[in-house]
């Protein structure tokens, strides 16, 4: 089975950083695509970013490209998000999920709410 657990929220200043982590389980192959989303109280999940991690290939919203950056370590089975110039508005519990057609993550994809596994989010606060 795959297995998704996002972790490394918290509570974070306007303008600061904050290292989210997406560690995978239970694939048995590479095949995958792993996408962030986030959801805000009262708001609709919203996709944020994904990456083909065989190839490396990232993708972002409009909302966040610049500012955030996502990454894998494949030895690790970790997907990373890097959120930098953190904003009020970024506050939300974060998700990872993974998508078993990898290049279903594409720019023009990448705010589609499409995932074949997920797992729990992290909450990200960010005070103003």
């Known amino acids: 089975d795959v297995q998704l657990q996002a972790s490394g929220g918290g509570l974070v200043q306007a303008g600061g950083s904050l290292r989210l982590s997406c560690a995978a389980a239970?694939?048995?192959?590479?095949?995958?695509?792993i996408r962030w989303y986030r959801q805000a109280p009262g708001k609709e999940r919203e996709g944020v970013s994904c990456?083909?991690?065989?190839?490396?290939?990232?993708y972002y919203s409009h909302s966040v490209k610049g500012r955030f950056t996502i990454s894998r370590d494949n030895a690790k089975n970790t997907v990373y998000l890097q959120m930098n110039s953190l904003k009020p508005e970024d506050a939300a519990v974060y998700y990872c999920?993974?998508?078993?057609?990898?290049?279903?993550?594409?720019?023009?994809?990448?705010?589609?709410?499409?995932?074949?596994?997920w797992g729990k989010g992290t909450l990200v606060t960010v005070s103003s």
């Open positions: 990456i083909i991690p065989k190839i490396g290939f990232t």
């Open positions: 239970g694939f048995t192959s590479d095949n995958y695509a």
């Open positions: 999920a993974a998508d078993r057609a990898p290049w279903s993550c594409t720019g023009a994809t990448v705010t589609s709410l499409v995932g074949d596994y």
